[in-house]
């Protein structure tokens, strides 16, 4: 079962900056991406949306429309730690983010399905 270490979330106010990091072990994974969902308030389970996500074959990424130009992710080398930079931070991103290990395309859209998941930090942005 693989376990999560996430840190990073808080309360920013708009156009700030937030930095998320993801430490994932015990896994077994051959070709996987690690990244994150948000979950906003008042949105179920199936409603989390994929925001990033990078790959460990060949370190492509994916951003959700939503937060391209604004988000950057990064790991060190081995995907053994994943950072998400969150800049110019808007009262709609707002949410619960869970880090998650799964399938590239898991990331993609809304109601994704990972292998694993983390326990979740909050992201609140005011305005």
């Known amino acids: 079962e693989a376990q999560f270490v996430e840190s990073g979330g808080g309360l920013v106010q708009a156009g700030g900056s937030l930095r998320l990091s993801c430490a994932v072990s015990?896994?077994?994974?051959?070709?996987?991406?690690i990244g994150w969902f948000r979950q906003a308030p008042g949105k179920d389970r199936w409603e989390r949306e994929g925001?990033?996500?990078?790959?460990?074959?060949?370190?492509?990424?994916h951003y959700a429309d939503s937060v391209k130009g604004r988000f950057t992710i990064s790991s060190d080398s081995g995907l053994n730690t994943v950072y998400l930079n969150m800049n110019n931070l808007k009262p709609e991103d707002t949410g619960v983010y869970y880090c998650?290990?799964?399938?590239?395309?898991?990331?993609?859209?809304?109601?994704?399905?990972?292998?694993?998941w983390g326990q979740g930090t909050q992201v609140t942005v005011s305005s």
């Open positions: 925001v990033s996500c990078i790959s460990s074959r060949d370190g492509r990424t």
């Open positions: 015990g896994f077994s994974l051959s070709d996987y991406a």
């Open positions: 998650a290990v799964g399938v590239f395309l898991a990331f993609v859209g809304k109601n994704g399905n990972p292998d694993y």
